[in-house]
């Protein structure tokens, strides 16, 4: 059985990400227009109205925008956590109710042959989460929005076959940045965003064999690049003995547009 698995957006302008099999089509955030996520899922050959089930992280804007319009125009129900969908029912408009569904942190949740399990992330949200995704032996894993990263999320970061980490920001621009001071201190802190240091230390400390393919992404547009932050995690995965093309694929996520669509 093959896993597909592409990033339709990432970065604070809008996040979603599609995976799917033969059988089952999941987008997990749909933080763009709906207009626009059916536009980029098109290009990669997936019809929208396949989509069987949109799994949200969080209830921040740019991880929901699009998710109550999709949900109306093509009758697909929404999975979040109990406080994911405190924080976003009065953003998504009316929801019929058979399409309000509920996750729980460390609860398997099967859709056909697709089976999630969310994971509590350290985010300034009502109830935020990653999402581990499992398809018999494969395993692909969706997290962004942290803080910092703790024990247990390297833990479930470890055996992905592809990931998709965040990148957000580099350090020194952001403290040298044109910011608000709050705005730095909220980023900077233990409910913000990773660094692109953190993304590479991450990788550095969960590599294995398995993990063959990584999108960098919901990289910050004022405070961060593309090249910076792949330049920095390569760095220190080199430091490492890790040679990315070689050990490990990386790839930036595409800010506005899919990027490539992998298959395991
Ligand atoms: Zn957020
Ligand atoms: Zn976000």
């Known amino acids: 059985m093959r896993l597909s698995f592409c990033p339709l957006a990432s970065g604070s302008s809008g996040n979603s990400v599609f995976l799917g099999t033969k059988e089952t089509?999941?987008?997990?955030?749909?933080?763009?227009?709906?207009?626009?996520?059916?536009?980029?899922?098109?290009?990669?050959?997936?019809?929208?109205?396949?989509?069987?089930?949109?799994?949200?992280?969080?209830?921040?804007?740019?991880?929901?925008?699009?998710?109550?319009?999709?949900?109306?125009?093509?009758?697909?129900?929404?999975?979040?956590?109990?406080?994911?969908?405190?924080?976003?029912?009065?953003?998504?408009?009316?929801?019929?109710?058979?399409?309000?569904?509920?996750?729980?942190?460390?609860?398997?949740?099967?859709?056909?042959?697709?089976?999630?399990?969310?994971?509590?992330?350290?985010?300034?949200?009502?109830?935020?989460?990653?999402?581990?995704?499992?398809?018999?032996?494969?395993?692909?894993?969706?997290?962004?929005?942290?803080?910092?990263i703790t024990k247990p999320i390297l833990e479930k970061l470890k055996d992905s076959n592809i990931l998709l980490l965040e990148a957000n920001h580099d350090t020194k621009m952001l403290k040298e940045g044109p910011y608000p001071f709050y705005l730095k201190e909220r980023i900077l802190g233990k409910f913000g965003h990773i660094s692109n240091v953190v993304a590479g230390k991450v990788l550095r400390e969960i590599f294995n064999e398995k993990l063959a393919h990584v999108y960098l992404g919901h990289l910050s547009e004022q405070n961060n690049s593309p090249k910076l932050a792949f330049d920095t995690v390569k760095y220190i995965l080199e430091d490492e003995g890790i040679i990315v093309g070689r050990d490990i694929n990386i790839e930036m996520a595409n800010r506005y547009d899919a990027s490539t669509k992998i298959e395991v």
């Open 25 to 148: 089509k999941i987008l997990i955030d749909a933080g763009l227009s709906g207009k626009k996520i059916s536009e980029n899922l098109s290009k990669k050959g997936i019809d929208c109205k396949d989509v069987d089930a949109i799994f949200i992280t969080h209830e921040h804007n740019d991880h929901i925008k699009g998710a109550g319009i999709l949900s109306r125009r093509y009758n697909i129900p929404i999975y979040a956590t109990p406080g994911t969908w405190d924080g976003m029912k009065n953003e998504l408009g009316d929801i019929s109710p058979q399409n309000i569904k509920y996750v729980y942190a460390e609860e398997n949740c099967v859709i056909n042959d697709i089976c999630l399990k969310p994971f509590l992330i350290p985010h300034d949200a009502n109830e935020p989460v990653a999402y581990n995704i499992f398809l018999v032996n494969l395993k692909a894993t969706v997290a962004t929005d942290m803080g910092h």
